[in-house]
T-cell receptor, first 113, second 116 residues
Framework: QKEVEQNSGPLSVPEGAIASLNCTYSDRGSQSFFWYRQYSGKSPELIMSIYSNGDKEDGRFTAQLNKASQYVSLLIRDSQPSDSATYLCAVNRDNQAGTALIFGKGTTLSVSS | NAGVTQTPKFRILKIGQSMTLQCTQDMNHNYMYWYRQDPGMGLKLIYYSVGAGITDKGEVPNGYNVSRSTTEDFPLRLELAAPSQTSVYFC???????????????FGPGTRLTVL
């Protein structure tokens, strides 16, 4: 089983719609969950972090975490063409000190105007 | 603050050549990381460091070496370049590691390396 799984997409939504991005992870000990946005040819940029079950909202973005189901999602409300990018889900690995994030392959989002 | 800077931005190597990718951060972060990203793939960890003088292997360390003599710098060395090392390399840093509740990482702009 892959450690962090995401649908590669592309996910296409019209401008103004809600985009829903999903991620599952295999390590039950993971405690920290992140969503990064990556524009083509650019480096990943952190947009949301979540550590507790439930929802966390920041502007048009809402992250949702369900540790029992090992599932984390990102909702983007009122999607804009500028949201078109690849969204990477990242999860920490609990059994290694100092460490690193495990990334999914990313979901490509396309918002049409 | 410049954040995380990387040089060079682009490089073409011939098979068997060596080079060093430079990474510097000015945020006084203890933790630094090197990732590689192949087309259509997520990032894979090559090496990481939890402080000056301390480094450890990640998922894909073969063919690479690192050193960490200062808090700011974390260079990645490629010895005997191979076509399989063609990738985009990202350096990242963070102020907290796994022992704490979160590990937000900040990324440099990347180095695009082609080995022919």
């Amino acid at each position: 089983q892959k450690e962090v799984e995401q649908n590669s997409g592309p996910l296409s939504v019209p401008e103004g719609a809600i985009a829903s991005l999903n991620c599952t992870y295999s390590d039950r000990g993971s405690q920290s969950f992140f969503w990064y946005r990556q524009y083509s040819g650019k480096s990943p940029e952190l947009i949301m972090s979540i550590y507790s079950n439930g929802d966390k909202e920041d502007g048009r973005f809402t992250a949702q975490l369900n540790k029992a189901s090992q599932y984390v999602s990102l909702l983007i409300r009122d999607s804009q063409p500028s949201d078109s990018a690849t969204y990477l889900c990242a999860v920490n690995r609990d059994n290694q000190a100092g460490t690193a994030l495990i990334f999914g392959k990313g979901t490509t989002l396309s918002v049409s105007s | 603050n410049a954040g995380v800077t990387q040089t060079p931005k682009f490089r073409i190597l011939k098979i068997g050549q060596s080079m060093t990718l430079q990474c510097t951060q000015d945020m006084n972060h203890n933790y630094m990381y090197w990732y590689r990203q192949d087309p259509g793939m997520g990032l894979k960890l090559i090496y990481y460091s939890v402080g000056a003088g301390i480094t450890d292997k990640g998922e894909v360390p073969n063919g690479y070496n690192v050193s960490r003599s200062t808090t700011e710098d974390f260079p990645l060395r490629l010895e005997l370049a191979a076509p399989s090392q063609t990738s985009v390399y990202f350096c990242a840093s963070s102020s907290l590691g796994l022992a704490y509740s979160y590990n937000e990482q900040f990324f440099g702009p990347g180095t695009r390396l082609t080995v022919l």
